[in-house]
């Protein structure tokens, strides 16, 4: 019964109650859900390193793969993280593109749900960051409310985009855990 107590790593101790004579604790973890679009495969891999990132800060993660996306509609106790690049001109990859589509056109208002963007781009293009600006357009219509700046990635300036993106959730993290449930 006590070994629970070790179990469960990174979770606050939201209460703790009583069962007969032993202590139970009951841990509230903080959730995040995040999501990818990605051409080449930066973005996914900034996807990744932060997923691994956020688990060792104590967050219940899950990183959704773009063909998992279908009819996922974002918990709004959770917290939604999406990590997108910029084809074309100002375009959403083609594997965020059916999610983008469902989430305007019958996602529900989502006025309680927390949310970030990092964007991916190239500022060599008039349409820098186009992908992760949609994406946050269309969270912001829906109701939902963002948490900290979009962070707006330059690959004239880095090649490595996940180093970017790791100093951005230190000042982020903060911001995120005074809003998680
Ligand atoms: C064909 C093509 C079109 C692109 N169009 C844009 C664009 O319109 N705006 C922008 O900011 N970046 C644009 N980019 C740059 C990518 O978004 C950037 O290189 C990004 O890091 C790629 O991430 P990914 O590997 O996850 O797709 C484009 C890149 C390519 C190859």
Same mark, same amino acid.
């Given at each position: 019964m006590f070994g629970c107590f070790g179990l469960v790593a990174g979770g606050a101790v939201d209460k703790v109650f009583w069962e007969g004579n032993f202590p139970v604790a009951k841990y509230s973890m903080k959730k995040i859900n995040i999501v990818f679009g990605s051409v080449y495969g930066s973005a996914q891999y900034v996807a990744e390193t932060l997923d691994n990132a956020l688990a060792d800060a104590g967050w219940q993660v899950q990183l959704w793969q773009p063909e998992q996306l279908t009819g996922f509609v974002p918990p709004e106790d959770e917290l939604l993280l999406v990590i997108t690049s910029t084809t074309g001109d100002g375009d959403l990859p083609e594997n965020i593109m059916p999610w983008f589509a469902m989430m305007k056109d019958s996602a529900p208002y989502l006025s309680q749900l927390h949310y970030a963007v990092i964007a991916l781009g190239d %500022? %060599?293009?008039?349409?820098?960051?186009g992908g992760g600006k949609q994406m946050d357009a269309l969270l912001s219509e829906l109701g939902a409310k963002r948490v900290g700046t979009r962070l707006e990635i330059d690959a004239c300036e880095t090649m490595e985009p996940e180093t970017e993106a790791l100093k951005w959730l230190e000042t982020w993290l903060p911001l995120a855990t005074s809003v998680s449930h």
């Open positions: %500022s %060599s293009y008039d349409t820098f960051c």
